[in-house]
Nanobody
Framework: QLQLAESGGGLVQPGGSLRLSCVVS????????IGWFRQAPGKEREGVSC????????YYADSVKGRFIISKDNAKNTVYLQMNSLKPEDTALYYC????????????????????WGQGTEITVSS
């Protein structure tokens, strides 16, 4: 059974960086697309970034474009989210999610398209 486990959250000052990891177990990443989502207190869960094979297709929300970088290591079954130039509005609980890739290169920031979710890791950006 597919399981996801996030790590790497914490407290960081504005302008700082963090790298989140999402370890996927039970399946191999090759046939799945992976997304990162976040949910701030009192707000809806929103898509941040996603990644898919082949050719490493990636998408980013406008709010993080140019600051966040998603990557994956299929050998380690792990997806990363490098977050740079963090802002207080990036404060949220960050989740990774996965689902079966219907065709090569598919991924989406639509929350309802994902069947499998991790428990989340918390990011606080504050001075």
């Amino acid at each position: 059974q597919l399981q996801l486990a996030e790590s790497g959250g914490g407290l960081v000052q504005p302008g700082g960086s963090l790298r989140l990891s999402c370890v996927v177990s039970g399946v191999t990443l090759d046939n799945y697309f992976i997304g990162w989502f976040r949910q701030a207190p009192g707000k809806e869960r929103e898509g941040v970034s996603c990644i898919s094979d082949p050719h490493i297709t990636t998408y980013y929300a406008d709010s993080v474009k140019g600051r966040f970088i998603i990557s994956k290591d299929n050998a380690k079954n792990t997806v990363y989210l490098q977050m740079n130039s963090l802002k207080p509005e990036d404060t949220a609980l960050y989740y990774c999610a996965a689902d079966w890739r219907p065709f090569p290169g598919f991924c989406t920031l639509v929350r309802g398209r994902y069947a499998f979710w991790g428990q989340g890791t918390e990011i606080t950006v504050s001075s």
